[in-house]
């Protein structure tokens, strides 16, 4: 297969960038996203230009390292999954394939592709963790927890950080994200000793980030390779609410 | 969650006002003693409509400054950007207020304040010496421009309500994966039910299915 590529190329955070125009030939149709890339890399290498940086680490959908909008859509077209799990076959052949950055003013870019997450670590920071040393993992029925409760505390773990929601926001919004650290710490019983000042300083330090405000258009959750549900930003907003209830009665 | 709030609060009114403007249906007497029963109300009118007023204001200054908050979360633009899921309505909720405040003005100078048509001043009261307001709003709407920014005032609080009367659910920390679906359906069918409610009597007045009580 044969695709002509737009890449978003800027040198440093500083200098503005622009797309570029690029071709790659012979792609056979099994290639991942981002092999097509490195094949791309190869090419430019032989001919002594600079490659294009971009992001990745495990290849297979876990890490949340990987992060391109590809023809408007974080992670590419084929959702659920990351950018690495997205496949040539996904496109047609001689298709103009669009690269760009998530664009979101807290992920500053660093080079090309590559943007700066560090935003996300700082919300986690804030009290996505609980305090007390934990030691080794607990014997597995020590502490009780109802079915449901460890459902969906297991579903808003499975959040790999990728920002892609913040990507998709029409608002530049890390809601989703914010949503899911918040709701697994909250189910848990481990996390309930912390779940008032946790939501409070969490959302506190997203705000501060200069990340967006939630409208509810739900394009979060359709962009998500980690399929965590908008029904998180819902139940953000009651702990929020909840917790800044409680704040004012001075409890 | 003060949007929500006082998004809930006008969209009651939405649906009372409706209620209300539909008597024009039932012929001149309901209506004009409708308007004249509301009068009656006095001070309390002035209370309720202050508090609307108040309810928009802030409704409109809150979702302003999140607005802006949201304009700088994303300095530099896509170049190219698609929506998967967000619904035109959805991403387009400060456009179609904008414009639905400015009808609202209008509207309110037109047929509360009727400061827009000279007209209105040479009605006559109707046999029961209420203001006839239904010969006010047949002569009003068979103007073909007020008819038709009123429909198009109407079309983009359809549109309005359409995100709105559902995502306020969410916003209040209501969400439930089952019902949600239904609920974002039934707000959107809400929504087009006030829009067709609200355009059947310009279109039936129009159609001169309506005619004034009275001759100027």
């Known amino acids: 297969m044969n695709f002509r590529l737009r890449i978003w190329r800027q040198p440093n955070a500083k200098s503005p960038g622009k797309l570029v125009d690029y071709e790659v030939r012979d792609i056979s149709p099994n290639t991942s996203f981002l092999e097509m890339l490195d094949i791309l890399n190869e090419n430019l290498l032989r001919g002594g230009e600079e490659p294009i940086a971009f992001d990745s680490d495990c290849r297979e959908g876990i890490c949340g390292t990987c992060s391109l909008t590809i023809n408007g859509e974080a992670h590419g077209p084929d959702h659920p999954g990351a950018v690495c799990e997205l496949y040539m076959r996904k496109f047609r052949d001689d298709a103009t394939i669009t690269v760009e950055p998530f664009r979101v003013g807290a992920f500053p870019v660093v080079k090309d592709l590559v943007i700066d997450r560090s935003a996300l670590d700082r919300i986690v920071q804030a009290g996505g963790f609980i305090s007390a040393r934990a030691g080794s993992a607990p014997e597995a029925n020590s502490i009780p927890v109802p079915k449901h409760d460890a459902d969906l505390a297991m579903e808003a773990a499975a959040c790999i950080g990728c920002g892609a929601c913040a990507a998709a926001c029409p608002n530049g919004s890390a809601m989703l994200f914010t949503s899911a650290k918040v709701s697994h710490l909250a189910l848990l019983p481990q996390g309930h000793p912390e779940r008032e000042s946790r939501v409070l300083k969490m959302v506190q330090v997203m705000d501060a980030e200069g990340f967006g405000n939630c409208t509810n258009t739900y394009e979060c959750e359709a962009v998500c390779p980690a399929e965590i549900s908008a029904s998180f930003i819902a139940k953000l907003n009651r702990e929020y609410a909840r917790a800044q209830f409680r704040q004012r009665i001075g409890e | ?216």
């Not at chain 2, 198009?152 to 209040?172: D, N, P, R």
Request: aromatic fraction near 14%; proline fraction near 5%.
């Open chain 2, 1 to 216: 969650m003060i949007v929500a709030v006082t998004g809930i609060i006008l969209i009651v009114f939405v649906i009372g006002h409706l209620l209300g403007n539909l008597q024009i249906f039932v012929g001149p007497d309901w209506i004009n003693g409708y308007s004249q029963h509301l009068r009656d109300l006095g001070p309390l009118l002035w209370a309720i409509r202050l508090f609307l007023l108040a309810t928009v204001l802030v409704h409109i200054c809150v979702t302003i400054q999140l607005a802006m908050e949201n304009r700088s979360a994303r300095p530099e633009p896509y170049m190219d950007k698609r929506y998967v899921k967000a619904t035109f309505a959805s991403r387009h909720m400060v456009m179609s207020g904008l414009i639905v405040f400015a009808f609202i003005a209008y509207h309110l100078a037109h047929f509360t304040f009727r400061k827009t048509d000279p007209r209105f001043a040479l009605l006559k009261p109707d046999p029961f010496g209420h203001y006839d307001v239904y010969s006010m709003m047949v002569y009003g709407f068979q103007n073909y421009f007020v008819s038709g920014f009123y429909v198009l005032g109407l079309f983009l609080l359809a549109l309005h309500l359409s995100h709105g009367s559902s995502s306020f659910l969410q916003s209040l920390g209501f969400n439930d994966k089952k019902l949600n679906p239904r609920l974002a359906l039934g707000g959107r069918i809400f929504a087009w039910l006030i829009f067709a409610g609200y355009t059947s009597i310009p279109v039936a007045i129009l159609l001169g299915l309506i005619k004034p009580a009275q001759q100027l």
